[in-house]
């Protein structure tokens, strides 16, 4: 009763392993399908190794979570082997992430993370336009959306999932011009903000960063209002993200 279809793709359940910190390497996606998901996804891999932000990178409180770990990662290259030790020892359905700077680059990522025969690869298209002059995040804009998505699926015959961000003015615009480019399906939402905290003892930001994306039970609500509009806009699937932290949240997501 718990089985469902993604584009394609049986999944035992529907629960999935966001993209991640608890999805860096093959070991890790393998030991989170074997604790019940039913799906797992790769932290966003991108072209290149990036260092990413020094620590702190993450606070958690009871309320809400918020981290800027500047996508840290080893690059395409060395992903493609851990994507596939996860394919081969996970037993589920396996989720490619991936994210780039420029339109093009989502393409050659598409080509490349496709060697790994994932089942399915997400489109993170939260990162900023490098070569937009306001370096405006693709997902802010429908046409631009659109074109990572044309992008992508003229570069891979796996099904592409969509994962856009909270911060626009209308999610269910953005939503319907990725549908209409080609997405199989739509994860929503990624992070909100960005936001900041103080360490009141210290007198100073606590991430390094300064300011970072806000997750855990906070959004939630924003999270259901998003996966909302966009159901009453588009056919094609919707992973619901965001502050889910219970059964009961699941549920009610």
Known sequence: MLKTNIAGVNLKNPTILASGILGVSGA????????GAGAVTIKSVTPENRKGY????????SHYGMNAVGLS?????????????????????????IAAQKISDFGKLAKEISKADSQLIEVNISCPNVEDEFGKPFATDPDIAAEVTREVKQNTKIPVIVKLSPNVFNISEIAKAVEKAGADAINAINTVGPGMAIDIRAKTQILSNKVGG???????????????DIYKTVKIPIIGTGGVTTGEDAVEM
Do not use: D, R
């Open 73 to 97: 990662g080893s690059g395409v290259a060395e992903s493609i082997g851990e994507i596939g030790y996860a394919v081969k020892n996970s037993g589920v359905p396996v989720i490619a992430s």
């Open 54 to 61: 020094p620590a702190p990178i993450m606070i958690t409180t």
């Open 214 to 228: 806000i997750s855990g039970p906070a959004i939630k609500p924003l999270a259901i209002k998003a996966v909302h």
């Open 28 to 35: 890790s996606l393998v030991n989170v399908a074997k604790n």
